[in-house]
């Protein structure tokens, strides 16, 4: 069988991160104050719970690779089913921009006796390697797959597909995908081709994305496959992103005419369309569709909606949204949903912009028992507000609040920021 190629040229994008820019974790004051309790130990019964803890803890990626490296050779029992462990060791290293590290973690198990020589194991490891933008990598281990006589499917084909796009590396999916079922002998099930129609929808080939769907609905594809919900709901994000009104609706039109039950994803597309048209109250009327089909709405629905609301000037329909998202029956029995960062901003920024600076220190307030710090402009539109309105107590107590949960080098740009605000 021939191998996949390499000869494309790979584009690396770094490991993904969190945006701190607005979101900062909770940090000692300035004045001494009591160290809160330790969190429980592990139990000393369970080695996997102690290695993740340490690991957490540890900065040194040397050091991880060293921990993770005895752990696998001292025998702990299912050591290679522990997927958290091996996407923690991968993240942290990964982040540290230690491809070799990563390489020296995950390659030795491809010669290992004791590894599992299972598709669903390699594919795990082909996974690992596009976490840590390292395609080149991925694409290896999927054509040493034979010669270390594991049969290759959609599901090892998927994983590397999958590396290809969350890489970017497009041209390299389509050759892939092209060459799996004649030279290959896998035939690309629905997953490897719904990873297609995103890689052409993200690459900005809608008109091709479209052609690929009307192929598998109208089974003219070599490995014919029957379109799904995810197949459809892709190309209407495609159109989505596009602007094209007439594909979008088509695609509705279609998933109704061909049975196929829409999603918290199908919603949330509609919710999208009728907030880029400054329709929000519409994307708010589907919530109660949405819950009426058993369709459960997610954060992505309320904060698309809030942002909606917020763009167009109305406030108060905003926050209607926000506290309805906060005391919200769940389908699994609990109440609510968590607000995340970009929910406290949107309304702070939004209400201070309207001149709502009392309601805007309320979320403001909320925003800071989280945890998480908003940006320093929309903290200054806030001051501003406050101390306009004869509230220089109620501003100085929010700055004294703000100062208490930065940490690092949000510490010194805080006191320089500070210093200059009309206090």
Not at 44 to 65: F, H, M
Not at 186 to 192: E, K, L, N, Q, T
Request: charged share 25%; hydrophobic share 40%.
């Amino acid at each position: 069988m021939a191998a996949v190629a390499l000869r494309r040229g790979s584009r690396r994008i770094p490991f993904p991160q969190r945006n701190h820019q607005y979101l900062s974790t909770l940090s000692a004051p300035s004045d001494p104050a009591p160290s809160p309790p330790p969190p429980p130990s592990p139990s000393p019964s369970n080695p996997i719970a102690r290695l993740k803890s340490t690991i957490r803890a540890e900065s040194d990626p040397d050091r991880i690779a060293e921990l993770f490296h005895s752990a696998a050779a001292s025998g702990v029992p299912r050591f290679h089913a522990q997927r958290p462990l091996f996407f923690l060791a991968v993240h942290k290293l990964a982040r540290a921009h230690r491809p070799d590290l990563v390489e020296g973690l995950l390659d030795p198990f491809l010669s290992d006796p004791a590894a599992p020589r299972s598709e669903g194991f390699l594919a795990r490891l082909i996974s690992l390697y596009s976490a840590a933008a390292m395609p080149d990598h991925a694409a290896r281990t999927f054509d040493r797959m034979p010669g270390l006589g594991v049969p290759r499917s959609d599901k090892s084909l998927s994983a590397l597909l999958s590396a290809f796009l969350h890489n970017r590396c497009f041209d390299r999916l389509h050759d892939a995908f092209d060459r799996a079922p004649k030279e290959l002998g896998i035939a690309p099930g629905i997953v490897s081709n719904n990873i297609l129609l995103q890689a052409l929808c993200e690459n900005g080939e809608v008109v091709a994305a479209r052609k690929v769907l009307d192929e598998m609905a109208e089974k003219k594809r070599d490995s014919p496959v029957e379109p799904d919900i995810i197949s459809y709901n892709t190309l209407l994000n495609g159109y989505l992103k596009k602007g094209d009104a007439d594909g979008f609706e088509e695609i509705l039109k279609e998933i109704a005419h061909r049975g196929l039950e829409p999603n918290v994803v199908t919603f949330n597309c509609r919710i999208s369309k009728f907030c880029k048209k400054s329709e929000s109250f519409k994307a708010e009327e589907l919530l109660d569709v949405m819950v009426s089909k058993g369709s459960q709405p997610n954060l992505g629905s309320f904060n698309t909606i809030i942002a909606g609301f917020c763009k167009e000037g109305d406030v108060a329909s905003a926050l209607r949204v926000f506290k309805r998202m906060k005391v919200m029956k769940r389908m699994n029995g609990k109440d609510g949903l968590s607000p995340n960062p970009d929910t406290y901003i949107m309304l702070i920024r939004s209400l201070a912009e309207k001149g709502e600076f009392g309601h805007a220190l309320v979320i403001s307030k909320e925003c800071l028992t989280k945890k998480f710090a908003p940006p320093f402009e929309v903290v200054k539109g806030l001051i501003d507000g406050l101390v306009k309105d004869s509230k220089v107590d109620e501003a100085k107590d929010f700055v004294a609040k703000m100062r208490e949960i930065l940490k690092g080098d949000a510490v010194d740009a805080w006191k320089k920021f500070e210093s200059a605000l009309s206090l």
